[in-house]
Structure formats: C-alpha cells, structure tokens
C-alpha cells in the first residue's frame, strides 16, 4: 500500500524535485499519485517549507469555501509537476536516448514559463528593513493560488540555480523507485534516492539472484 502523503520521504534536495516525486515514477509509469486532493496538497506544500503553518491556515479555509478553486489550484500544480519532469528528464539525458524527449521538453518549458508569469503577476515587491536592507518578490499574495504560485516559484528556481549535472533518477532498471534527486555529495556518486530504501532493496534482489543462480549452476 503506498504511503500517505504525511510520510512520504522528502529527498530530492529541493522543494521541485520532491513535488516531481510525489507521483510514483517506476514501473508501470502511471503510478500512484500521492496528491490526491487539495488536502493532501496543502498538508504537502507545508511539510515540504513552500508555505507556512500560517499561510496554510490561511489558505484551506478558501479551498474549503470555494471547492472550484481547490480543484483548480491541485490541476495547475499537477501541471507544473509534470512539465518539470520532463524537462528534468531531457536534462538528465541531453542526448535523447534517455526517458525525456527534447522536443516535448521544449513544449514543457512553455507550459512552466505561463504558469510562472501569471505567479509573477500576482506577486508584490517587498522592502525588508534589514542590514542591509533589500527587496524581495514574494509570490501567494492571493490565498486561492498560493499554493500554485509557490510551486511555480520553485520550479522556475530549480531550473535557473541548480547544478542539472548533478540532477540524478533512482534507476528503475536496477529496482529503483525513479524518483528525482540532487546529488549533493563530495565525489557526485549517489545512485539511490535513499539506500536505506531502494539501494538496500536492489542489493537484496541481487544478493537473491546469485543464490539462486548458484544453486541451480546458471553462471
């Protein structure tokens, strides 16, 4: 049974690529989708630092008075999820022969580019006195889209700052859950998304295979 949203292991390193990871991407590859409704989006987006325990106060409240708009927001954020992986994908493989195709990628960028200009319409500049002081341009400053504003916030940022070298897919060939992650070690040598999970997992299998193939004398 797969796990509820409220446990789901947050791994990938940043906000976008755990939203790539909250759909099941092995096999078959229409996998269970751990957003399931607009609650388990906003438990989501909380647990995962894009909104506040105050923000989301603020905003199911809304969803709960306006269910057209919850459904409208959990389809605008499934969208961007999707159009990020694939841009990832192709990323991860620029030569195409890997899972993401270049020319889909290209119409995924389009798709990610208008929902992150219509986040960035409803944004507001903000001044914050510090030392030094700065400003800053805060998305979600309307409560019905502030969750999909946030969310198109962090995929535009993932795209723009993160090393996409080091962007890594849990190989679904050896037993992984293909899940996305950023390989943040010293030597750039991550396999897994977790080794406690699907690394130990495949070692097990493998472990498995060369007893059985030793029993039965397949080399």
């Not at 989006?41 to 809304?62: F, K, M, Q, T, Y």
Request: one cysteine or more.
């Amino acid at each position: 049974m797969p796990l509820d949203v409220s446990r789901l292991p947050l791994v990938g390193g940043h906000p976008a690529l755990d939203l790539v990871n909250t759909r099941e991407r092995g096999a078959p590859p229409d996998g269970h989708d751990f957003l399931t409704d607009a609650s388990a989006l906003l438990l989501w987006s909380a647990r995962a630092g894009l909104v506040s325990e105050e923000e989301a106060d603020r905003v199911g409240p809304v969803w709960r008075d306006d269910p057209a708009a919850a459904h409208a927001a959990l389809a605008t954020v499934r969208e961007v999820r999707e159009g990020l992986h694939l841009v990832l994908l192709a990323a991860i493989q620029p030569d195409g022969r890997g899972p993401g195709d270049p020319v889909v990628a290209g119409a995924a960028l389009v798709g990610l580019h208008e929902r992150w200009a219509g986040a960035a319409a409803r944004a507001t500049l903000v001044l914050d006195r510090g030392d030094p002081p700065r400003v800053r341009l805060t998305y979600g400053t309307v409560p019905a889209m502030l969750v999909p504003d946030r969310v198109a916030e962090a995929a535009l940022d993932v795209l723009r700052t993160a090393d996409l070298t080091r962007v890594r897919r849990c190989p679904v060939a050896e037993g992984g859950c293909g899940w996305l992650f950023l390989d943040q070690s010293r030597n750039g040598s991550r396999r897994w998304c977790r080794m406690a999970d699907c690394g130990t997992t495949a070692k097990a299998r493998r472990l498995t295979e060369r007893r059985r193939a030793t029993r039965t004398g397949t080399p």
